[in-house]
C-alpha cells in the first residue's frame, strides 16, 4: 500500500508564491520519476514538470521560469515552487510517481488527492 500527499495549495494574489509538497508513504522499495499535473476547470488535466531519479527535470512550456520542481530522496518527497503565479495557474495540482514497491518489486503509478491553487486579486 503506498499513499500520496500533497499540501501546501491555497490562494494567493498574481505574482505571489507558493510551494507544494507531496509526501509519498508505504511500502516503496524505490521511487522512479516523480511529477506534478494540473487540471483547471473545463480542461484536461496538464503535464507541468517533471524530475527523475537522477534529478533531471522537465517543464511544460507556461512555467519555465517561474516554477521549480525538486525532491528529498531521504524524504520520498517532491516539491514545487511557484513564483510569480497568474491568474491562468489555477487549476487543481497533482503529484504523481513511478514506485517500486517491496511487494513483488512492481512497478506502478500512483496519485496524490490533489490540491487546489487559486491565483486571483
Known amino acids: 500500500q503506498v499513499q500520496l500527499v500533497e499540501s501546501g495549495g491555497g490562494l494567493v494574489q498574481p505574482g505571489g508564491s507558493l510551494r507544494l509538497s507531496c509526501a509519498a508513504s508505504?511500502?516503496?522499495?524505490?521511487?522512479?520519476?516523480m511529477g506534478w499535473y494540473r487540471q483547471a476547470p473545463g480542461k484536461q488535466r496538464e503535464l507541468v514538470a517533471t524530475?527523475?531519479?537522477?534529478?533531471?527535470?522537465r517543464y511544460v512550456n507556461s512555467v519555465k521560469g517561474r516554477f521549480t520542481i525538486s525532491r528529498d530522496n531521504a524524504k520520498n518527497t517532491v516539491y514545487l515552487q511557484m513564483n510569480s503565479l497568474k491568474p491562468e495557474d489555477t487549476a487543481v495540482y497533482y503529484c504523481?510517481?513511478?514506485?517500486?514497491?517491496?511487494?513483488?518489486?512492481?512497478?506502478?503509478?500512483?496519485w496524490g488527492q490533489g490540491t487546489q491553487v487559486t491565483v486571483s486579486s
Open positions: 508505504g511500502s516503496i522499495f524505490r521511487i522512479n520519476a
Open positions: 524530475i527523475t531519479s537522477g534529478s533531471i527535470t
Open positions: 504523481n510517481a513511478e514506485i517500486v514497491t517491496t511487494s513483488g518489486l512492481k512497478t506502478y503509478t500512483y
